[in-house]
């Protein structure tokens, strides 16, 4: 399920001038004792953590890394999760393949499919 347009609009509002948003998705930082929630939000540029604190919509940047950071690959042995500087997160099994293309993206560009429609 696609992140929604507003929630999209507050991501960018949190992001470096001029950035494009490539991919947001949703995400449960497994940190004993509790879990915490955030976006990720993949930009030409950078790959930001977004804190979720209170709400549904994003509060704050928790961290932001260079857009050659890797995501995956996705551990699905205990639930699908993914590795960014040692923290582990969980993403909904709907997600796996906007990692994916994040990854594939950043690191094989080659293997991507063209776009379809180019001018929309």
Do not use: H, K, N
């Not at 991501?11 to 490539?22: Q, S, T, V």
């Amino acid at each position: 399920m696609p992140v929604p347009a507003a929630i999209r609009e507050r991501c960018r509002a949190m992001l470096g001038p001029g950035e494009d948003i490539r991919y947001v998705f949703p995400a449960l930082a497994q940190s004993p004792p509790a879990t915490a929630a955030f976006l990720i939000v993949v930009t030409d540029r950078s790959v930001t953590l977004l804190s979720m604190a209170g709400g549904d919509a994003p509060s704050g940047v928790w961290a932001t890394y260079p857009r050659r950071t890797r995501l995956g690959p996705i551990e699905f042995r205990s639930g699908p999760r993914i590795e960014i500087d040692g923290m582990v997160f969980e993403v909904e099994v709907e997600y796996a393949a906007v990692v994916a293309a994040a990854d594939a993206e950043a690191f094989s560009p080659g293997d991507l499919p063209r776009d379809p429609l180019p001018d929309l």
